[in-house]
């Protein structure tokens, strides 16, 4: 079966750096997103990966690693206003898109 | 760019009554449509998605039931509503030429009393 693994919540600190990961099995790969959510509102497009290695877009920076069905996110210099749910999908052979569950983030002052 | 229109934003409706949930889609064309649920504090689940008019796959067998009629509507629909389907519901698209991003409407919180 497909799964997508990522933890349900982590707490960090404001100013401090966190990385949020996740972990595939998907029948193919055609990518690989992930999404911010805050409490009641649609996601919103954060990055995408589809090659190994890290792409980097101002304080989020998202890395890929096909071979072991691994991707994380990584976010610097945190603020408040980060405070919520990260989703990760993986987009299968048939283009769509398998989601896990969300990592609930917490920031503390 | 896409918009995607999704109404109502809430909605509270009695068990056994119909429903009935539209998304419209503005800015691409023959968009690839899903319907999803998401109970609180939980990920994604989808329940139907469509590749063209009149074309509807179904991911979970429940009491919900979807239609295409026009290229850029889906409509999400019930005859009559359970408890269980009270949650977060929401429309999303991907394009032909832009497969790898999906575009959300705003979502409607059901709540089914």
């Known amino acids: 079966g497909q799964n997508i693994d990522q933890p349900t919540e982590m707490t960090a600190t404001e100013g401090a750096i966190v990385q949020i990961n996740c972990t595939y099995q998907?029948?193919?790969?055609?990518?690989l997103f992930w999404y911010q959510q805050h409490a009641g509102e649609a996601p919103t497009f954060l990055s995408y990966?589809?090659l190994d290695g890290l792409e980097e877009k101002g304080r989020f920076s998202s890395f890929l690693s096909r071979s072991k069905g691994y991707s994380y996110l990584l976010l610097k210099e945190l603020q408040m206003k980060d405070s919520a749910s990260y989703l990760c999908?993986?987009?299968?052979?048939?283009?769509?898109?398998?989601w896990g569950a969300g990592t609930k983030l917490i920031i503390k002052p | 760019s896409q918009t995607i229109h999704q109404w109502p934003a809430t909605l509270v409706q009695p068990v056994g009554s119909p429903l009935s949930l539209e998304c419209t889609v503005e800015?691409?064309?023959?968009?690839?449509l899903y319907w999803y649920r998401q109970a609180a504090g939980r990920g994604l689940q989808l329940l139907f998605y469509?590749?063209?008019?009149?074309?509807i796959s179904s991911e979970v067998p429940q009491n919900l039931s979807a239609s295409r009629p026009q290229d850029r509507q889906f409509i999400l629909s019930s005859k009559k509503l359970l408890l269980s389907d009270s949650g977060f519901y929401l429309c999303?698209?991907?394009?032909?030429?832009?497969?790898?991003?999906?575009?959300f409407g705003q979502g409607t919180r059901l709540t089914v009393v």
């Open positions: 990966n589809v």
């Open positions: 999303a698209a991907i394009t032909g030429t832009d497969m790898y991003e999906a575009f």
């Open positions: 998907t029948s193919g790969f055609n990518g």
């Open positions: 999908a993986v987009q299968d052979s048939n283009y769509q898109l398998i």
């Open positions: 469509s590749v063209g008019i009149g074309q």
């Open positions: 800015g691409t064309s023959n968009p690839n």
